[in-house]
């Protein structure tokens, strides 16, 4: 029970995330001006997240996923790395954590579905680590997610690893409230969207864009 509360209200702090302009002049932002040793890659989302299911070995029935493809390109004017990192956020207060299953079937269903548009589509596990410059060297990937709560009508979606922008902030430590604890924020997308559907029909809903921002978390 404890470990379920713990969960709950975790979750619940996440879904706080909010645009600087919602929120007081202290919460931590991304740098309005950014600093000569701070980078960030350009991203662009071939559409959204879509759904498909596939029949993972071992399995007799198969298992619902989504999927998002996107390009990045370094036009920072330096190679760097990059080692991404997706979580959904359910408004049912839900947190899925992408890669926690083996994605290599899902990811071969995907690169069938984009043989023609993508040719040149990576699993994100292959394209992590340093990517050089220029469009030349802009690498197509896509991100497998868990399929999630059949209930929840939207959805957060966090990335990080686009931008080595960080923050260290003090926060109250759970454990000793007369103590604080240093807690690293880092520059993260967060694109939102709508999970409009039937629940008893899931394999015909679909995620539409509501909006995107760069927040610290």
Request: proline share 6%; aromatic share 10%; charged share 25%.
């Amino acid at each position: 029970m404890k470990s379920r509360l713990t969960t709950f209200l975790l979750a619940l702090l996440v879904m706080m995330s909010v645009s600087y302009a919602e929120v007081p002049a202290d919460v931590p932002v991304p740098a309005a001006l950014q600093p000569t040793d701070v980078w960030q890659l350009d991203v662009q989302f071939h559409g959204n997240p879509e759904q498909l299911e596939v029949k993972l070995p071992g399995d007799e029935v198969p298992t619902r996923f989504w999927y998002l493809v996107y390009t990045i390109t370094n036009n920072t004017g330096k190679d760097v790395d990059f080692y991404p990192t997706f979580e959904v956020m359910t408004n049912t207060f839900m947190l899925y954590e992408a890669g926690k299953v083996p994605s290599k079937p899902v990811y071969e269903a995907v690169e069938k579905l984009y043989k023609k548009s993508v040719p040149l589509l990576e699993p994100e596990i292959q394209v992590a680590g340093r990517i050089l410059q220029g469009e030349d060297n802009a690498r197509d990937c896509v991100c497998i997610l868990d399929d999630f709560d059949p209930n929840a009508t939207s959805v957060k979606l966090f990335i990080s690893g686009f931008s080595n922008e960080t923050q260290t902030i003090e926060v109250a430590d759970d454990k000793n409230e007369k103590k604080s604890k240093k807690v690293l924020l880092r520059k993260t997308l967060m694109i939102e969207y709508t999970v409009p559907g039937d629940v008893n029909n899931q394999d015909k809903k679909v995620m539409l864009f509501r909006r995107k921002e760069w927040i610290m978390r």
